[in-house]
């Protein structure tokens, strides 16, 4: 069973839609958690750090639930620049190995 | 200012060569990571090192692949008698300080071994 599962997709949705990607995580000791963004044929970044009580920033909502080993991203109002592959990732220890799930396709259609 | 940079952006080359790739991180970053990503894969981890030391190398595949950054900034990955099965894009990171929150990824170098 790979450490993080997620969903290959893709998911193809109209612009303004509401799309949410999940991931499950098998390591009850991961430490932190992340959802990266890769651009096709580009460099994973950084799009926001998940924590336990949720966290928001402009239209995307990340959620940690420890008990179930569950990660979530909600994305609202989709935007065409919004279409890229969301990789869920986290950290098991103090180290800084990241371990990336398969990422989830997102297209976004006018 | 100045991310990530990586060399070549792209390499060629047949069974059984000697490859080597390299890494500049952003100044100042003392932990420098390498991962490995295949197509329709999300990367995976290979090596890091904190300063010129490789902390953890669990993720090299095997004893062809080895890394060095001898002066806690550049790092090289090596790769001796190339198989086709090390066709992948090869990621490199770095970040301010070891287990720091974000890691800046390089634009990676696209490896093809025919």
């Known amino acids: 069973r790979k450490e993080v599962e997620q969903d290959p997709g893709p998911f193809n949705v109209p612009e303004g839609a509401t799309v949410a990607f999940n991931c499950t995580y098998s390591n009850s000791a991961s430490q932190s958690f992340f959802w990266y963004r890769q651009d096709c044929r580009k460099e994973p970044k950084l799009l926001m750090s998940v924590y336990s009580s949720g966290n928001e920033d402009g239209r995307f909502t990340a959620q940690l639930n420890r008990a179930s080993q569950y990660i979530s991203l909600l994305i609202r109002d989709s935007k065409l620049s919004d279409s890229a592959t969301y990789l869920c990732?986290?950290?098991?220890?103090?180290?800084?190995?990241?371990?990336f799930g398969q990422g989830t396709t997102l297209q976004v259609k006018p | 200012g100045a991310g990530v940079s990586q060399t070549p952006s792209n390499k060629v080359t047949e069974k059984g060569k000697y490859v080597e790739l390299r890494c500049d991180p952003i100044?100042?970053?003392?932990?420098l990571y390498w991962y490995r990503q295949s197509l329709g894969q999300g990367p995976e981890f290979l090596i890091y090192f904190q300063g010129t030391g490789a902390a953890d190398d669990s993720g090299l595949p095997n004893d062809r692949f080895f890394a060095v950054r001898p002066e806690g900034s550049v790092s090289t990955l090596k790769i001796q008698r190339t198989e086709r099965g090390d066709s992948a894009v090869y990621l490199c990171?770095?970040?301010?300080?070891?287990?720091?929150?974000?890691?800046?990824f390089g634009p990676g170098t696209r490896l093809t071994v025919l």
């Open positions: 990732v986290l950290r098991s220890s103090n180290t800084g190995k990241l371990i």
């Open positions: 990171a770095s970040s301010l300080v070891e287990g720091g929150n974000e890691q800046f």
């Open positions: 100044s100042g970053h003392t932990a």
